[in-house]
């Protein structure tokens, strides 16, 4: 080879490595910033709040919510859409996490970071016809099988009413399913939950009847003990923000299906001050 050729061999290299160089350096950081990502961001499997649909695409009023914050906050990332045992067992460990949706309850106010309220919600025990009259006296439903989402506040409402007979299942469908069946003689969830769920699960809701209401929480965005003091009154602040200029009302609006029952419709917390 001569001088010439490498001299033109060398130049050729020299003008390709920036290029590369850059495309290197571009993947690497790319890389390093999605693995230092401090947060984690779940969204508990809970229809009409946040769910997967049959194609796998996250859903829900209160998911848009928390992903439109989590942008504003200015992560570009998704909200993982999990199992609701998984954010408990999270949410335990101390990881630094943010999670929706979350009851506001005696038992749990020491347990997480009360960032914001989202919706207030009934707690109901739900039926089909041949227990609607068990299922309005509470004093019944205590030997009733009462189908609950684990770990869930419901199953705190079950203890604290003197439910004996319960079946803990890990999603809200599977309790539809159950109800529907006649294998469980009730169903304790939030109203909105169990309205969406017996439809999705393909059952009439006319045929949903609904019980002594137990109890009204507000269900919350959160965060574990993991995330600082300091994030989440930023967090507070930039969701506090989102009610005031509309975006909230504007990304809350999704249909959930009408109830023979009154109110079928969660409501809307006045906006809590900085705690």
């Not at 001088?3 to 290029?19: L, N």
């Not at 695409?57 to 859409?81: D, N």
């Not at 960032?115 to 707690?123: A, C």
């Not at 930023?234 to 509309?246: C, F």
Request: charged letters at 25%; glycine letters at 6%; aromatic letters at 10%.
């Amino acid at each position: 080879m001569t001088s010439t050729a490498v001299t033109v061999q060398g130049v050729a290299e020299g003008m390709m490595r920036p290029a590369w160089t850059f495309s290197l350096f571009f993947f690497l950081a790319r890389a390093s910033q999605a693995q230092t990502h401090p947060y984690h961001f779940w969204a508990g499997e809970i229809p009409p709040y946040s769910y997967l649909d049959e194609k796998q695409e996250a859903l829900g009023s209160l998911y848009r919510i928390f992903q439109a914050l989590v942008e504003r906050m200015g992560y570009k990332t998704k909200v993982e859409v999990v199992p609701w045992k998984r954010v408990l067992i999270g949410t335990r460990k101390d990881l630094p996490i943010f999670f929706i949706p979350v009851a506001r309850t005696p038992e749990r106010e020491h347990i997480y970071q009360w960032i914001e309220p989202l919706l207030i919600d009934q707690f109901v025990i739900y039926s089909l016809q041949n227990h609607m009259a068990a299922v309005q006296d509470k004093e019944r439903i205590k030997s009733l099988r009462i189908c609950l989402l684990r770990g869930s506040a419901a199953e705190e409402l079950a203890k604290k009413h003197g439910v004996t007979r319960m079946e803990p299942v890990t999603n809200a469908h599977s309790c539809a399913r159950l109800l529907n069946a006649n294998r469980v003689d009730g169903w304790l969830t939030a109203r909105s939950v169990a309205e969406t769920a017996y439809v999705r699960a393909g059952y009439d809701l006319k045929d949903l009847h609904a019980g002594v209401q137990l109890e009204l929480w507000p269900l919350y965005l959160a965060a574990s003990k993991g995330v600082p003091e300091g994030e989440v009154l930023k967090w507070r602040s930039a969701l506090q923000k989102m009610k005031r200029d509309g975006t909230f009302d504007r990304l809350r609006q999704e249909p959930i299906p009408q109830a023979a029952s009154p109110d079928p419709t969660p409501t809307l917390p006045a906006q809590s001050k900085s705690r």
